[in-house]
């Protein structure tokens, strides 16, 4: 059975953020101890109740991505045991395969998003102006269609509660520098399309992602956080993938779907969720660690 974690507990490390899925404890000036737990975000707004496992799929699957990747981008793992850094009489097997001891980098403020179809707030930002993020898109494109070519689309990094806004590459620039924001457009991009391509081979289509960059003392770029997983990316079955409609897919639109069922204001807090969409969300999960990594989690 998969463990489940609603909120991490670990007395004498120090608690620097916890977030919507991932608490974060100090270990050094150089090192973070980074625990993904089973909770579950939809709309900006944390849900009460957890999928068993689900921290646990997050961080293998991202595990997975981060070594496949380390040849294009740097990422955040520094290789070092979970069991190694947990407190004295700290249950090892509810955290080992859910956590990670991480380089301790600069956030760069932004989610650094990549899209290869149209689809999600795209879609709606396209219908209302025919662009996305500044970007000026074809004429007549409709729903779920795949872009010309993938691109950048940035957006703020809101505080919990609130909702995330698609901005254009001008105010990246403006927040970061030039430099900087042409890193993490082009890392963005180089990542996509190689996990795309992976992803193909195996029946997957990545509509888009969700990336976390940071930077070390030196300047230098990594990638962090997360990568490629349920919660941050939309995966299609490419044998059900109909342009014109919001295809199924291996991850959280699952819940999402459910939840515009309901007489919710998408505001804090949450509604619960029925045991089917629970079990239906691991599974969906659980089926995408499957197909892209190769891994099976007990």
Excluded at 42 to 67: C, H, R, Y
Excluded at 274 to 280: K, L, M
């Amino acid at each position: 059975m998969p463990t489940v974690l609603s909120e991490s507990n670990l007395p004498g490390l120090d608690l620097i953020h916890r977030g919507k899925v991932r608490d974060v404890y100090a270990l050094s000036p150089t090192e973070l101890l980074i625990v993904a737990s089973d909770r579950l975000s939809a709309f900006d707004v944390v849900l009460p109740d957890p999928i068993p496992g689900k921290g646990e799929m997050l961080t293998q699957i991202s595990n997975f991505w981060f070594g496949k990747t380390a040849h294009l981008v740097p990422n955040h793992l520094t290789g070092k045991s979970v069991a190694g850094v947990l407190p004295a009489g700290t249950d090892v097997a509810l955290y080992s395969r859910r956590s990670v001891v991480a380089k301790r980098l600069k956030a760069v403020p932004i989610e650094a998003i990549a899209r290869g179809y149209l689809i999600g707030s795209g879609w709606k930002d396209y219908q209302a102006t025919g662009s996305l993020c500044g970007i000026r898109l074809p004429a007549g494109l409709r729903q779920a269609d795949k872009l010309p070519e993938p691109i950048f689309t940035p957006s703020t990094k809101a505080a919990m509660g609130t909702h995330d806004e698609n901005i254009g590459f001008d105010d990246v620039v403006a927040k970061v520098g030039a430099e900087l924001a042409v890193k993490v457009r082009d890392a963005t991009l180089a990542i996509y399309r190689f996990a795309a391509a992976h992803a193909a081979e195996r029946g997957i289509l990545i509509a888009d992602t969700k990336f976390e960059f940071g930077t070390d003392a030196d300047g230098r770029l990594y990638v962090m956080d997360e990568m490629l997983t349920p919660d941050s990316s939309r995966f299609w079955p490419a044998d059900e993938y109909r342009p014109g409609i919001s295809p199924p897919s291996f991850d959280k639109q699952f819940v999402r779907d459910y939840l515009e069922t309901l007489d919710w204001n998408k505001t804090a807090p949450g509604p619960k969720l029925p045991r089917e969409v629970i079990e239906g969300t691991a599974a969906k999960y659980a089926e995408a660690l499957k197909r892209l990594a190769g891994i099976t989690l007990d």
